[in-house]
């Protein structure tokens, strides 16, 4: 059952919580929040503290700042101790969702680009879109400053145990707490680089599940801390080693069934499938600037590592953008394997929906799947095959972005125009600095 505003009011009480965060997304997918004392929790509850949006990245000029934080109260949750301690009063967290001060939504908000997606599927008929993501994320020492490091904690491998795999204690404290938080953790263990890890939780309708991933982003970060390492979603930390993605298993759902499976087909693949993946295929150059929004994705999203570098589908091998795993019925799904832990959850499945519907609406039929492992065919077969490659840089991926009607649609005037500039600055900088490579490679030669 939904949680009522008397429901959260009567748990604040009950679990004698002292503060309440007000949790939010700017357009760059960090967690933003204001947090109030119990003197303010009336207020906060009815949807009237207010903001300065102007302060926010990407939501608005000076002259439009004032906002105001409308809480989900499905959203409600006390913080475990793990995390924040009892010692200056249990605190809880709402995720809200932003208003202009007429109580109109707020255009700019992540969250409601998702949900417009999502009325969109569901006026077609389907009851959600369901997500599972798999991210992972690199431990590293800290100085003695407190500052990150690159040195990782550990030299372990794909799966290794403790004494092997160090952060073993680091990760089962923040299964402890996510499990706490309500999360269903489904498997946790160590990446295949050294310091690098992966906890899956179960698969959820997406705006829960973008909610969770920004949750659980915080939740990894705060228990490192505690064990006086550095948890970051940076795609590509350290060259010469696998970066972290995160796979994100999609499935439409109508009238309570799986709507992505069909005993009969080919693959037991649905035609409403097969649709999804040929949208999901054919938006993938612009979509792929949400999915892998940094300099740093394209680091990642080279040959070699294990990220996928070409717009292909499979029913089987890991080499391709889209593979289809094995299990069937309830779990017909497909598996996006370009996107990254640095992207904004909101906006990156919202950008897979409406590839996803795109296909759908327009009754688009996908290229043959690949079986063959992409890595290792000739540019001729790729040709052959029509395999298209995924932008190599951001700078290319903006540009896809730009030329997407479908995707620029979803994200909206106001969120395309913020979040491209955002990243044609980001991309500038990165242009006209120095960088270590260069000198090692040409300061003694020239």
């Not at 394209?298 to 590592?305: A, E, I, M, Q």
């Amino acid at each position: 059952m939904p949680l009522t505003r008397a429901d959260v009011a009567r748990r604040l009480e009950e679990e004698n919580v002292r503060f309440l965060r007000l949790q939010f997304s700017d357009i760059l997918g960090q967690n933003k929040n204001v947090e109030v004392p119990a003197s303010q929790f009336e207020k906060a509850l009815d949807g009237e503290m207010m903001f300065d949006g102007s302060s926010v990245q990407g939501f608005a000029r000076i002259e439009e700042s004032d906002m105001l934080l409308r809480p989900d109260f499905d959203t409600f949750l006390v913080f475990p101790s793990i995390i924040e301690g009892d010692e200056r009063g249990k605190v809880a967290r709402l995720i809200c969702d932003i208003d202009l001060p007429d109580g109109s939504p707020f255009t700019g908000d992540p969250r409601y680009v998702l949900k417009q997606q999502i009325a969109r599927l569901k006026a077609l008929g389907f009851d959600d879109l369901y997500a599972g993501p798999e991210p992972e994320f690199f431990l590293f020492h800290r100085d003695a400053n407190g500052a990150p490091t690159t040195l990782t904690n550990d030299a372990a491998g794909y799966f290794d145990l403790a004494p092997v795999d160090l952060g073993e204690e680091a990760r089962r404290d923040m299964v402890n707490a996510l499990v706490e938080m309500g999360f269903e953790i489904e498997a946790a263990h160590h990446e295949v680089a050294p310091g690098q890890h992966e906890i899956d939780f179960k698969y959820g309708p997406a705006l829960a599940t973008a909610d969770n991933i920004a949750t659980f982003r915080l939740v990894v970060k705060r228990i490192a801390m505690k064990h006086n390492l550095h948890a970051t979603f940076m795609p590509k930390p350290v060259a010469g080693i696998n970066g972290s993605g995160m796979h994100v298993h999609l499935s439409v759902f109508q009238n309570g069934a799986n709507a992505f499976y069909d005993p009969s087909a080919e693959h037991q693949f649905s035609h409403t499938a097969m649709n999804w993946i040929a949208g999901l295929l054919e938006h993938a150059s612009g979509m792929v600037a949400i999915t892998n929004p940094t300099v740093n994705s394209y680091k990642r999203l080279t040959p070699g590592y294990e990220a996928p570098t070409n717009i292909a589908w499979s029913a089987s091998n890991r080499s391709a953008m889209i593979r289809i795993p094995a299990r069937r019925g309830v779990g017909t799904r497909c598996e996006l394997r370009m996107p990254d832990p640095s992207c904004n959850p909101y906006l990156a499945l919202a950008a897979m929906l409406a590839a996803g519907l795109d296909g759908i609406e327009r009754d688009l039929t996908p290229p043959p799947a690949i079986q063959r492992n992409i890595f290792e065919m000739s540019v001729r077969d790729r040709r052959k095959y029509k395999i298209r490659e995924l932008p190599g840089t951001l700078r290319e991926a903006i540009g896809a972005l730009r030329k997407d009607r479908v995707i620029r649609a979803a994200l909206g005037e106001h969120v395309f125009d913020k979040f491209v500039d955002a990243k044609e600055l980001e991309f500038d900088a990165y242009r006209i600095s120095v960088h270590a490579w260069e000198l090692e490679q040409y300061l003694a030669e020239y």
